[in-house]
């Protein structure tokens, strides 16, 4: 067998041995803890107990009925309120009405307000007739609420832009659009019934696309597709190996998130670091929940190993071959590299790869199937991945996955795709959930305003794929994705800031608690203790130990 294999597996056995030493050693869980809170191959002498919560009620969906009907309408901007020193003008070819508006500035002072007559209570296209020499990014508001920002085009001609499937409520209200860091001139808003949302399916299969996968990942595959559009599944980021960020969720809204998002990297010197993370994926798993790893990847490099493509001196361009070399030895990879035939640069790619296998491989060997995320947000160049073009992200994503499938025979992933744009599409045939990551600079609970993205990305994947947020910065707003048909797969809030300040306590700058609250105890979500339900899952430390239901599963009576 080639060396590297077994080194991959080797190190695949050392962490799935450390975890399974682990599990041995544990004391009794309490039943007053819905799930392991020390998720270390650390041995821990007292059992491990949580002060009781408080519990909320469910809150069913709810939104205002709609009433759908053709309709449209136009608004002028000249005839609109004018402020912070915008302007009429005239002298543009081509505008509809008296005239247009300019004399925004760059400052983002200045603005226009449309005082807007809604016929009824349905989803609406806002278009916007704007004409701008260069790029700019318009901020809209709904009253005091910021709806979304656009950025305009840069060709000089006044050109339609449109903000789809907008829900408005009927009556009288202001639509308040406003210039950032740029000049533009606006001639008119155009407000229509919307019909994209309706074109939204959740028919997903749920057939993966390794036809060799193994049987825990096809049954994860399958219950994801059945509950597609019924419930979103709540997520929560966890960082360093511990599951503190979830228990900070338990204790404001009395429920766990269902997957636990991490993150793999390849050791620089330690292994310790890297088991840490797989034995915290394992034993989330083992006790009823979904692990999902998402790959930040250090750049292969001798000089500067750094993810941000500012952080390091890598060159993915260098790596490119077209050389078939994804189920080669590593005696014969070392050999092309000795020859020339791959790069340095290619050769170390290769290394990193071999290595993630392993701990990958250590969660196959103990039967965790893992939601695999490698290479995020392909379609930026701000991560060295994406910094030289699509044809490099693509190229490597298809190198990672059929080694892994092949070569490995990883049977237990998941493939999620997080590209975000069709320019960075990849093979359908190599993933099997497509996700995006979501924030919002400057905004609080502003998860209602994701259906524009679940929209246009399941028109460039596809209804047989699943749709899933990877991150995003605020929790979505249960009410509203069921309002606008955009019913994410799942989503997954991210660590640090976004969920707890210094001091390890709620932090509310991003999404209030009260919002927390509601997200996590409302029908359209799916919790940890409902998941177990739905899935007859008990808790693997509960199995050994005869423990009694626990607490979070006492929360419900019936599966949703």
Not at 76 to 81: H, I, L, V
Not at 320 to 342: M, P
Not at 384 to 411: N, V
């Amino acid at each position: 067998m080639d060396i590297r294999k077994i080194i991959a597996l080797a190190c695949a056995a050392g962490a799935a041995a450390s975890a399974f030493a682990a599990c041995d050693k544990k004391n009794k869980m309490t039943a007053s803890v819905p799930i392991v809170e020390e998720t270390t191959a650390k041995k821990t002498t007292e059992p491990t107990t949580t002060v009781p919560v408080e519990t909320f009620p469910d809150y069913p969906v709810t939104y205002p009925e709609i009433e759908k009907k053709t309709s449209g309408n136009l608004y002028e901007a000249e005839k609109a309120e004018l402020k912070g020193g915008a302007k009429a003008a005239t002298d543009l070819p081509e505008f509809s009405g008296d005239g247009y508006v300019t004399g925004f500035g760059s400052e983002g002072k200045a603005s226009v307000v449309f005082d807007i007559d809604v016929p009824s209570n349905q989803h609406y296209d806002l278009s916007f007739n704007i004409s701008s020499g260069s790029a700019v990014t318009c901020r809209l508001k709904l009253g005091d609420e910021q709806l979304t920002e656009f950025r305009t085009t840069d060709n000089g001609k006044f050109t339609y832009i449109t903000i789809y499937g907008v829900f408005l409520t009927k009556g009288k209200q202001k639509l308040e659009i406003t210039p950032e860091n740029g000049e533009m001139c606006l001639d008119y808003l155009k407000i229509e019934n919307n019909t994209s949302l309706s074109d939204i399916s959740y028919d997903a299969k749920g057939e993966l696309v390794n036809k060799k996968a193994g049987e825990s990942a096809k049954e994860l595959m399958s219950f994801l597709s059945e509950n597609y559009g019924k419930y979103m599944i709540t997520g929560q980021y966890a960082y360093g190996g511990d599951n503190s960020e979830l228990d900070l969720i338990y204790r404001t809204t009395g429920k766990y998130p269902v997957i636990r998002f991490s993150n793999f990297e390849i050791p620089d010197e330690s292994y310790d670091a890297s088991f840490k993370e797989v034995d915290a994926a394992a034993e989330w798993y083992l006790n009823g929940g979904i692990s999902c790893v998402s790959w930040y990847w250090k750049a292969p490099s001798d000089k500067k190993k750094g993810i941000r493509t500012e952080d390091t001196d890598f060159d993915i361009s260098k790596a490119v071959t077209d050389k078939e070399i994804a189920e080669l030895t590593e005696e014969e990879l070392r050999e092309l590299y000795s020859k020339g035939d791959i790069s340095k640069e290619c050769y170390g790619l290769l290394l990193d790869i071999d290595n993630m296998a392993g701990q990958l491989t250590s969660l196959k060997n103990r039967g965790v199937p893992v939601l695999w995320r490698p290479l995020p947000e392909g379609c930026g160049d701000w991560y060295w991945w994406g910094a030289k073009g699509s044809d490099s992200y693509k190229w490597l994503w298809q190198l990672i996955y059929d080694r892994f499938t092949k070569y490995f025979e990883l049977d237990n992933l998941i493939w999620i795709w997080n590209g975000q744009s069709n320019s960075a599409m990849v093979d359908k045939r190599t993933f099997d959930i497509a996700s995006v990551d979501l924030y919002l600079s400057g905004e609080k609970d502003y998860g209602s305003r994701f259906y524009e993205e679940f929209a246009a990305v399941q028109k460039f994947v596809g209804s047989n794929k699943l749709i899933a947020i990877s991150e995003c910065g605020s929790v979505p707003d249960m009410d509203a994705a069921f309002r606008d048909n955009a019913v994410w797969s799942f989503f997954g809030v991210w660590y640090g800031k976004y969920v707890q300040n210094d001091k390890g306590e709620y932090n509310e700058e991003f999404t209030s608690k009260d919002a927390l609250i509601r997200a996590y105890n409302s029908d359209g979500a799916m919790t940890l203790d409902e998941y177990r339900k739905m899935r007859g899952i008990e808790p693997a430390e509960a199995k050994a130990d005869g423990e009694a239901e626990t607490s979070a599963e006492k929360t419900t009576t019936t599966a949703k």
